[in-house]
């Protein structure tokens, strides 16, 4: 099991910068899928980012190009650098975590944060 602690929200304005922190309890180098997911006031939580054990990453078309995920796993911690936020990025951001248990058939386990606010305004 790994426990998952996001910080880093805050009030920024748009055009402006944040970078989201999500520390493990335990090492995150053998976690098969890390990512980040958002959930804005009267909306699905939806996946914004994610990065797998190997360092690939993939975004959601709304983030390519001004967010990026990335690792550091002597510090059991993934981050989230946002740029260019606008106002429709303000959301609740939550961190995941997927360990695979068995690929055929798929079974994985499914840890996540309590998430952390971002408000983007003027």
């Known amino acids: 099991q790994v426990q998952l602690v996001e910080s880093g929200g805050g009030l920024v304005q748009p055009g402006g910068s944040l970078r989201l922190s999500c520390a493990a309890s335990?090492?995150?180098?053998?976690?098969?899928?890390m990512g980040w997911y958002r959930q804005a006031p009267g909306k699905q939580r939806e996946l914004v980012a994610t990065?797998?054990?190997?360092?690939?990453?993939n975004y959601t078309d709304s983030a390519k190009g001004r967010f990026v995920i990335s690792r550091d796993n002597a510090k059991n911690t993934v981050y989230l650098q946002m740029s260019s936020l606008k106002p429709e990025d303000t959301a609740d951001y939550y961190c995941?975590?997927?360990?695979?248990?068995?690929?055929?058939?798929?079974?994985?386990?499914?840890?996540w944060g309590r998430g952390t606010q971002v408000t983007v305004s003027s």
């Open positions: 335990r090492s995150i180098f053998s976690i098969d899928l």
């Open positions: 990065i797998t054990s190997g360092g690939t990453t």
């Open positions: 995941n975590a997927n360990e695979v248990i068995n690929r055929k058939p798929y079974q994985a386990l499914a840890y």
